[in-house]
């Protein structure tokens, strides 16, 4: 359990590199922490709320995915809550973690006809709003959600 502070208003955003598919570079490690910053202003988050990003590959996400949620598949990206959201006052907190699966990114930007780039900041949002306690389960919550994944996007100037 990380140990709290005062609030100080960037996250830290720590990138754990799993896999050895995908190069990390230093701009694709840039465009995750933006994504994370953009979707908590977006969102109004004014306390630091810190998230870990683990970068994976189909068979990590499959393991992790059976292991975590007793589901044997692979998923794009997979969202564990802390639990810490929303902090006491003035506080930070650990918002979670993120597993982001980047050859299910590479696949869907292919499908999608978008850049990697659009994919890996889309499915980073994504995970921020479940972080946040945002879910699709339902018709109605689908369309919220959706509608925030579309503002984060377009604050980040990466449209479909």
């Known amino acids: 359990m990380r140990k709290r502070r005062k609030t100080m208003k960037r996250p830290d955003v720590e ?3 799993r896999q050895n598919i995908f190069e990390i570079t ?3 490690e840039k465009l995750i922490k933006k994504a994370v910053k953009t979707t908590l202003e977006c969102e109004g988050v004014e306390a630091k709320c810190d998230v870990d990003v683990q970068l994976v590959n189909n068979r990590q996400q499959r393991e992790l995915n059976a292991r975590m949620r007793n589901i ?3 998923t794009d990206v997979l969202s564990f ?6 902090p006491e006052d003035g506080e930070e907190c650990f918002l979670g973690d993120i597993s982001l699966n980047l050859e299910r990114a590479e696949k869907q930007r292919k499908a999608y006809g978008h850049s990697f780039e659009r994919e890996v900041a889309f499915l980073v949002a994504h995970s921020c709003l479940h ?3 945002y879910d ?3 018709g109605e919550e689908e369309k919220e959600m959706i509608a925030r994944q579309k503002t984060v996007m377009a604050k980040m100037g990466l449209h479909r």
Not at 81 to 86: D, L, R, V
């Open 15 to 17: 990138i754990i590199n």
């Open 136 to 138: 699709h389960m339902a």
């Open 81 to 86: 809550p802390s639990g810490e959201y929303p």
């Open 131 to 133: 972080l946040l306690g």
């Open 72 to 74: 044997s598949k692979t």
């Open 26 to 28: 230093e701009d694709l």
